[in-house]
């Protein structure tokens, strides 16, 4: 597979050849200088923009990105956008955010990676969205800590305890898992488990439901439900999903789903999606590149038999 690539008016745009011609296309790269490894994206619901934060280790922080992925700011402080630190958030750490979710005006920060499934301490802060142009930090509204309720060991037995997949639906938080072979950071197994959260304790944990699995999914790294609620997005390393809203109940991996194969050499570590609009998903790799995929160019997944 190859990229051919094309002058745009704000830098160079490559169209991927992956499954179907041009269904993905590298549109812009994210020169901020401390956006250096993003793990989540989410669309705004004030205006044609986007929350971003990075993956482990990083300042509690969130930056806000144009459609050209150019940092928003409030234009009063007096920083330039180079030296822009991000929008601050008291009350919480950033130990491994993985994903972020939007719904009714409240942002949901995923503090969730679990590499080596030991993690005694996940948890969701919750935030109201602020106007970025406004206000230069926020606060907690809450932080909702969670556990599996199939793990019982700390590290696991079975490593079947990372996420870094979040969304919202029909007022609910939903969580993806990733799964590792046990023992290896760097080893992976197919599969993927759905959990919802179904409480919203703060001063205990939230003990997670489950709801559903699924064996074809492969290192689930993002996840983001449609404008319009009627279809969920999943990224992976090596390709984008779609599932349909399940005729009955609420386990998304059941409902009838789309993919698109990716080429990794190209879309490299692909950590984040959210949707532009009904036919088209926007993805952030590791690698500072923002993506976008044509939804229409993915194929139907034959249900098992």
Known sequence: MRARCALATYGVVCAISVGAAD????????????????????????????????????????????????????????????????????????????????????????????NGNARRDLGVYVVNEPDPLAIPKMRTLKFLPIRYPDQQHYPAKLWHFDCEAVFVADEMLYFITKHRRPGEIGGFEAGAKLYRLDTLFTDRENVLTLVGTHDGIFLATGADLSPDGSRLAVSTYDALWIFDRPADGDDWLSGTAWRLDLDRDVVQQLEAVTWDDAVTLRLVNEDRDVMLADVTAFSPVAEPH
């Open 23 to 114: 269904a993905v296309r590298i549109i812009a790269r994210l020169e901020h200088e401390a956006l250096d490894e993003v793990s989540g994206i989410e669309k705004s619901a004030l205006g044609d923009f986007y929350w971003v934060h990075n993956d482990s280790g990083d300042e509690a922080r969130l930056f806000a990105i144009d459609a050209d992925s150019a940092v928003l700011r409030p234009p009063y402080i007096p920083v330039s956008a180079a030296d822009w630190p991000g929008h601050a958030i008291d009350g919480a750490w950033n130990f491994d955010w993985e994903d972020i979710a939007l719904a009714d005006g409240v942002l949901y920060i995923a503090d969730v990676g679990n």
